[in-house]
């Protein structure tokens, strides 16, 4: 059980100094902190921080009338994890902006050697997303969303793509980022080769893939690569290994990268015979 | 051709008073207005318009340094459509926030009488999707999107649901919504009803589904039925008709509607083989 809770009366409080103007701050993800929003995510922290995969909580911050609601969720986390309460003008005025939910955590991510070594760590027999570029936090909270929902062992992110941990992020993949480990610290080509070496099948998707992704054949580890809206995988990755597509109209528009992602993960989870 | 480009110079210019305020104008959907943002949904407008699928545009705004750049978008619109052109400062002036797209046009929804007779146009061979309580912009965009790639030819939404015409799910949508016929009009169980009438097959789509959505026969109509996210399909639905799961992970979590209607419906596409 985590402490009791503390009254906080003043937004100026040192003590909640982590959670003021969460929106500004989230943006640089700096000091290796994370804001995790509602209860879902607090309870998807409290079981990472049980699972000890290198997510902590360091305060939580609750709305006075949510106290109640969620003694059980607080049952998760260490007596050294401080709870702070306040009222709604005092929540307010210490986010910065209307927060209707409630209920905050400060997270602490794992440490750097942690994601380093991931690849070491998969069992051996793995599916893993990898993508490469992808910068709009929807669309990489989604596909976390995705990995949870299919059973990947991991998300790995090439060095240009966005921050799992951002606010936005951790909300729309319901916390699945607490819970899928990932990796987000090598170049694309680096991080392809990397899972190749490994002994994965790697799988660029793309509208023009060579076979259908209900072609792919199971493998004992597969990945399923992953590029930005729009532009797509480089040429350089398309042309270094595999590729498959989901068929589709033809039209301007493909599909939106987290949608084609759980489709084509549903296809391999079920050729691997993960699901169903 | 649309009409030759006029300069606006007053954001209070009553030629462009329809673009006045858009954030708080698209909430309210008056008049059978709305707006589309972004030359990719203008595409989409004009397309549509070029069709005389009921949609028609009233005029389009543009920054002044987008217009070269657009030309060839304009000629799809007929020539009573005004073309304005506006600088950054004023173009910000008029739209209430900074559009850095530069790109926007007042669309005309299709007559009350267009989605009435919706049912009775499709073809005999029909796949459609119908939304109980689909609430969220972004869903319901995504959705469309879903839809348009596999080649749905309508979507169905009970009365409940959202306007796939707000400014956001149209966004979201790709323009999508201006492709794919739809309907919002009835209520929930009438609108399943009325598609039963007509021949369809109706399946719900639901995490405690009894098939798997790979095991819905082909039909010669197929309705795929997306409840809210959170609550899922009410239990009058579920118990009046089938329903179907995608397989996953056993979890708290089910995947979003979005993502979840993306595999239902490339499943039902395959097996009707609408796609591949």
Redesign the interface.
Known sequence: MAADPVRIEDPADPRISGFVSIRERDLTGRDGLFIAEGT?VL?MLGQAAARANGFAAEAILLLENRLAGIADLLEAFPPGVPVYVASAAVFDAIAGFNMHRGVLALGRKPAAEAEAGLLGRLPETSLVLAGCGLSNH?NVG?IF??A????ADAVFLDETSCDPLYRKAIRVS?G?VLAVPFARRLPAQAMLHGLADAGFDIWGLSPRGEV?V?AIPAARRIALVLGTEGEGLPQGILASFRTAR????P??????V???S??AL?EIA?AMG???
């Open positions: 879902v309870r929807d989604s969303r995705n949870a929902a299919f059973g319901v699945s259908l209900s989901i068929p589709q109209r039209g301007l528009d493909s599909l939106n987290a949608t084609a759980g489709i549903y079920s993960r699901i169903g």
